[in-house]
């Protein structure tokens, strides 16, 4: 975690472009819901564009699963010219309070906003999904269940990047339902529970990288792509 800061100096601090959305008008408008503000949100986000950080020379197409207000667009549009990003949320109360401010506040013909049951209907190839703090709330039963939603597209060449919190034993704390079904407070799981389901699909999976959340915690963050 202590390198990560060289690699903020030297690359993800630059802004080449102003945002889509000012971090004046996000901020007031909700955009970052319970996310600090400048710089600690851009810090997030570049730990999830890491694993992808030699495609910003030439531009890439994103999937965000769990876009919330579309944070992670907002900051792909201050330091990249080219790239195709789709948002996506739950069809349900939070998830359509999150894509209406999106789109109240993102109209510009590289972003897409939309939701998650629809993933399929996006048939082309993506470099990339991310997963920012999605599998940190879900069952294992869930994870597992997403894993198989999006298993064709990274079969298909895209690089799932996810965070989830590791731990030795896999664990709910406050278990009781809140935005949707399936959603709990914080769930922990463990690297045996991902190895399995990699390889009982033929996937491969890397850890990244590890930074510290709101609240102390520490997402772990991971790859997983198809084997060659």
């Known amino acids: 975690m202590n390198s990560y800061r060289d690699r903020w100096e030297q690359f993800w601090c630059k802004e080449k472009f102003p945002p889509l959305v000012s971090y004046e008008e996000a901020s007031k408008s909700k955009m970052y819901g319970g996310t600090k503000i400048e710089p600690s949100a851009s810090i997030g986000m570049s730990y999830f564009l890491s694993p992808i950080q030699d495609l910003f020379d030439e531009g890439f197409s994103i999937i965000d699963y769990g876009c919330g207000a579309g944070i992670l667009s907002n900051f792909i549009s201050s330091r990249l010219k080219h790239f195709n990003y789709v948002g996506l949320e739950p069809n349900n109360q939070h998830g359509n309070e999150r894509l209406s401010i999106a789109k ?57 990047i996810f965070s989830c919190f590791i731990s030795d034993r896999y664990e709910l704390l406050i278990p009781q339902p809140s935005i949707a079904k399936n959603f709990y407070g914080v769930s922990k799981i463990t690297i045996d529970q991902l190895n399995k389901y990699v390889d009982d699909n033929e996937l491969k999976i890397e850890k990244c990288d590890d930074f510290v959340a709101q609240g102390g915690y520490v997402h772990s963050i991971f790859k997983i792509e198809a084997k060659q």
Do not use: A
């Open 104 to 160: 109240s506040l993102i109209n510009d013909s590289r972003i897409r906003f939309g939701y998650i049951d629809d993933i399929s209907d996006y048939e082309e190839n993506f470099d990339c999904i991310v997963m920012i703090s999605v599998f940190t709330h879900l069952t294992i039963e869930k994870i597992y269940s997403i894993l198989d939603d999006l298993r064709p597209k990274i079969k298909n060449g895209s690089k799932l």
